[in-house]
């Protein structure tokens, strides 16, 4: 096997970026449990914090902290955020800032003309410059989030536009890259999906009449609600005392770029993100995928969770049955601490537990989403081989990824992945497999067949949409004095 050092390619998975949820109801009510559910179906977009923001006429009521929806909201503070007829929740994966409480969102801003409160998934590419730009004017953050810019942008062109859907109208002209935000007003719920549409947001309604919006549409079947539609790209979407309104003009701005990992690997199977199922679009990966890789196999397998609908995919194109390779530790969430060096080393192990009696002495397909750094797919290959698998073909439902992400997703190092520094032939020995194949460039924009979204492949070499920064590092505002570009 070639020789290498697999320290230095120490793999953390891709992580999800953010979840949001916004709910305007027609009288008072329990809009927390609302949110709190909502944001219960989102958990897998973010692991860090949670909040929510209840607006009660104005008069808002927040909890904001560090943890998984069910420890930042035990049933006495949910309780103690009382009723309203509009809330604002957010679970967090920060792609700008560090996972400490100040980051947490939504972000509460107090202002001349009342309060408001914003939540935001994505990632702005020109952050750094506007962040100059108004502590220049003598604006002071609390945070060191880009969210934080996006709502002070809002807050700034609030000074002169006659409403608040007008200020957030202006900020979109200055603000660039990947945002889906909702926003509380004292009186009004917004919701902003940017030109590009790079990151999801969908819209629904309760049977008593209340709007509602969030990430995915997983969200609205927690609280049953019914989908109506997703956001446009560009759009504004208002909701008050007089109903919904929409603000198109900014939309056909820009060509459309979904995020393609949405479908691979971010969003819940039961989702449907611009009218494809991401149920579907995974197992239509693992179809072509066995088109562009065959091999002569007994079973194909994926890894928990999302390689799953792709090996199932793969196994009806292929022929080759479908069989549970793995077992997966359900109960192994954030809070999960290894007691020694040794066990945080094999934290797979724990983790993930593959089943003997499937894979002795079998040739195996092993699907998953992605490799990133190497090391945590080589650790459950190895896992296989001790179980007595045969051989090992290992297929991977998305292209190799060569560059970084400035638009929400935590790749934000070329350097450290492994596809910039080695072959496909050497990565399969790296990882120890018998061979490897990834997905096409020219197959991955074709996951979802009903969505006429194009997407964005940039991570995958398909170029940027939009100018990239030259400081897009995740903790860019946190960095050492020695480590900041000299002015």
């Not at 100040?102 to 972000?107: A, C, E, L, T």
């Not at 479908?322 to 954030?334: L, P, V």
């Not at 969505?451 to 920064?469: D, L, S």
Request: net charge negative; with cysteine.
């Amino acid at each position: 096997m070639m020789q290498t050092d697999l320290t230095a390619l120490t793999e953390r998975h891709i992580h999800e970026e953010c979840g949001v949820f916004g709910i305007y109801s027609k009288t008072t009510a329990d809009v927390a449990s609302m949110a709190y559910y909502a944001l219960y179906s989102l958990q897998h977009r973010g692991q860090e914090s949670a909040g929510i923001v209840v607006n009660d006429d104005g008069l808002f009521t927040s909890w904001r902290d560090v943890g998984l929806v069910s420890e930042v909201f035990p049933t006495e503070r949910l309780k103690s955020l009382g009723t309203g007829n509009i809330a604002v929740g957010h679970v967090r994966y920060g792609t700008t800032g560090s996972d400490n409480k100040r980051n947490v969102q939504p972000i509460l801003v107090n202002h001349y003309k009342g309060r408001m409160a914003l939540a935001h998934n994505g990632n702005l590419t020109n952050s750094h410059e506007l962040r100059q730009e108004l502590e220049s004017k003598g604006s002071i953050f609390h945070t060191t989030t880009d969210s934080e810019v996006i709502s002070y942008i809002i807050v700034q062109e609030r000074l002169r536009a006659p409403s608040i859907e007008a200020a957030v109208s202006a900020a979109m002209d200055k603000i660039v890259g990947a945002y889906s935000l909702v926003i509380s007003s004292p009186s009004k719920l917004i919701a902003v999906r940017d030109p590009h549409g790079f990151r999801p947001l969908c819209m629904g309604k309760l049977k008593d009449g209340s709007t509602v919006f969030a990430s995915e549409s997983c969200a609205l079947d927690a609280i049953g609600a019914q989908f109506e539609r997703d956001i446009l790209p560009g759009e504004i979407v208002v909701v008050d005392k007089n109903g919904v309104k929409s603000d198109t003009s900014h939309c056909g701005k820009a060509p459309k770029k979904l995020c393609v990992f949405e479908f691979i690997y971010f969003a819940r199977p039961d989702s449907v993100i611009d009218g494809s199922s991401v149920h579907i679009a995974r197992q239509r990966a693992g179809a072509f995928l066995a088109l562009e890789h065959p091999v002569q196999a007994d079973i194909v397998i994926g890894v928990p969770d999302s390689g799953l609908d792709a090996a199932l995919g793969y196994s009806r194109q292929s022929g080759i049955p479908y069989g549970m390779g793995f077992i997966k530790n359900k109960y192994i969430g954030r809070t999960f601490i290894s007691p020694t060096q040794a066990m945080r080393e094999n934290e797979v192990n724990i983790k993930l537990n593959p089943i003997r009696s499937v894979v002795e002495g079998k040739r195996v397909v092993l699907i998953d989403d992605s490799i990133v750094r190497g090391t945590t797919c080589r650790r459950t290959i190895d896992l296989l081989r001790r179980a007595g698998a045969r051989e090992i073909h290992m297929r991977v439902s998305a292209p190799p990824f060569v560059s970084e992400c400035y638009y929400g997703t935590d790749i934000d190092d070329k350097n450290k992945l492994i596809a910039n520094h080695h072959t496909v032939e050497e990565i399969a020995e790296i990882i120890g497999v018998d061979s490897l194949g990834y997905l096409s460039l020219d197959d991955v924009v074709k996951l979802a067949d009903n969505t006429e979204c194009g997407f964005c492949t940039a991570c995958f070499g398909g170029g940027y949409p939009t100018p990239i920064p030259q400081d897009g590092g995740k903790d860019r505002f946190e960095c050492k004095i020695s480590e900041r570009t000299k002015a």
